[in-house]
């Protein structure tokens, strides 16, 4: 099954040739469009931040929980769970489960962001190799936080750690162990602001992003395929293992206003699954110390903001098991969220709309995993029907 990583309006009547017009929600000739309402299963205790969610071959669920610092299993039908491990340094141990995805032999890779690798844990919970997050490339060093991983076994990610400042990166597909990285496509990244300040001697430069500002979002399947959904004017590219490239027609949405609701929205969900980073040098030895969630919520006029969001969010875009690309649509906050559905092509064929507050995280055998937000911060593990598209 496919990994987990971690938001309706009027669109316009008309649009240029190549451009896909949507009506209310997402009706168009011969589209399909689904709501979402109750789900088949649900987990009934919450968790304090869903890190990732995984349904191994046999229908068992592993979800880990990046504040309590636990990784879960639980059983198919949702009604019990058992914490797998402890938190700790040792070798079969972690000390902040993030992200989990698809490995084989229905093993799964965990992100141990508290110990800066990454563990392979079969279906039996047992804890084998080891990647450390911390690689060095040529004369320099790598972070690798994959963001996607195909059925050989391969990460895919964006090389972080050389300081510099891009506006576009390449997503690079690597074999741990297999030396350089391979690039793969090359995508825009979110906007920043640089700012200076102090005199003479005492210069301080101050890097801030532009949040809800235009980025390419991206995810990769089994087979090695990349779907990159471009932020310029929301259409698909599929890039092929053998390099090739299938793009699908745009699709045209109604700009969304950035309210104060929506400023103060992002700032919160920064605050609560943001990721810090440190890495240091001890003799040589080079270590990355991660953390995520837990932060304090940020000064909304801190920050420069954009007139409109953009049409999607980029980490929202996944591809589920039968090789669709599920993408969630920036809306107003509090608004019920909208999901698009791309095919193969790159063609825009369905829309899905599911509860408020809640947030698609992973894909099962013919089910979709979401979670849901309550008043309190909790997260709540819901599983729904995959509609028929």
Aim: aromatic fraction near 6%; proline fraction near 7%.
């Amino acid at each position: 099954m496919q990994h987990s990583r971690m938001r309706c309006r009027i669109v316009a009547a008309t649009a240029a040739a190549g451009v896909v017009a949507l009506a209310g929600v997402g009706e168009a000739a011969g589209q399909t469009v689904t709501s979402l309402e109750e789900p088949s299963s649900a987990y009934a205790e919450p968790f304090s931040l869903i890190g990732g969610i995984r349904e191994l071959d046999d229908g068992r669920v592993l979800v880990s929980d990046v504040l309590e610092e636990a990784l879960y299993a639980l059983d198919p039908g949702l009604t019990a769970a058992e914490k797998i491990s402890k938190k700790g340094q040792g070798p079969d141990e972690y000390r902040q489960p993030d992200a989990l995805f698809a490995w084989p032999g229905d093993s799964t890779l965990l992100v141990d962001l508290g110990n800066g690798r990454m563990t392979v844990i079969g279906p039996d919970y047992g804890f084998g190799r080891t990647i450390p997050v911390v690689q060095q490339e040529g004369m320099g060093l790598s972070i690798v936080i994959p963001e996607g991983v195909d059925g050989e076994g391969r990460l895919y990610y964006q090389p972080r750690g050389d300081g510099e400042i891009r506006d576009s990166a390449d997503i690079v597909r690597w074999a741990p162990g297999s030396g350089t990285p391979d690039p793969v496509v090359r995508v825009k990244l979110t906007d920043v602001k640089q700012r200076t300040s102090g005199g003479a001697g005492e210069v301080r430069q101050e890097v801030m992003p532009v949040p809800l500002s235009p980025e390419d979002g991206w995810d990769v399947g089994a087979d090695g395929a990349v779907a990159v959904v471009r932020s310029g004017d929301y259409h698909v590219d599929w890039v092929r293992p053998d390099g090739s490239i299938t793009s699908g027609s745009a699709v045209a949405l109604d700009a969304v206003p950035i309210r104060e609701a929506d400023k103060e929205a992002w700032a919160e969900e920064l605050a609560a699954s943001g990721m810090m980073m440190m890495v240091t040098n001890d003799n040589g030895q080079l270590n990355a110390n991660m953390r995520r969630g837990g932060g304090r919520t940020p000064t909304v006029d801190r920050f420069e903001w954009p007139e409109v969001k953009p049409p999607f969010d980029p980490e929202s875009v996944r591809i589920d098991p039968l090789g669709y690309v599920w993408v969630e649509r920036h809306v107003p906050a509090g608004d019920r969220p909208v999901l698009d559905v791309f095919d193969a092509t790159g063609d825009h064929v369905a829309a899905v709309t599911i509860p408020a507050r809640c947030s698609l995280r992973a894909f099962g055998d013919g089910t979709l995993y979401l979670s849901r937000w309550d008043d309190l911060g909790f997260q709540w593990l819901e599983r729904y029907a995959r509609p028929t598209i």
